[in-house]
């Protein structure tokens, strides 16, 4: 977040979404400077929803777009499967600098 001596990480669900109009209004609202993309595979029903496309438009917004599959589900299926503690500390820690 822009000017703040705290940062966050928030989270957006692009399920039923049709359209970039929500992500950008919880953007706008919420200052947001990065979007981390957590899928195994950035791809969608739909195909806005695409890592590339969704990195398009974060870069037209001014948004850094990241992939960063290690904090998602590893298992690439609906089936859950946690990513390992360590890894997940470490991609955190490099998030954090960026950030």
């Known amino acids: 977040m822009k000017n ?3 940062s966050f990480i928030l989270t957006f669900g692009y399920g039923n979404r049709s359209n970039y109009d929500a992500l950008l209004n919880y ?8 979007l981390i993309d957590v899928r195994e595979k950035p791809c969608a029903w739909s195909r806005r ?3 590339d496309q969704l990195e398009k ?5 001014g948004i850094q777009y990241f992939s960063e599959k290690t ?3 590893i298992s690439g299926t609906s089936h859950w ?4 503690p360590e890894k997940v500390d470490q991609v955190l820690q490099e998030i954090a600098k960026k950030a």
Request: with cysteine; proline share 4%.
């Open 27 to 34: 953007i706008k609202e919420f200052k947001i400077d990065f």
């Open 4 to 6: 703040s001596s705290q």
């Open 81 to 84: 499967v946690s990513p390992e």
């Open 57 to 61: 438009f974060c870069n037209q917004q």
């Open 49 to 51: 929803w695409y890592g």
């Open 71 to 73: 904090l998602g589900n």
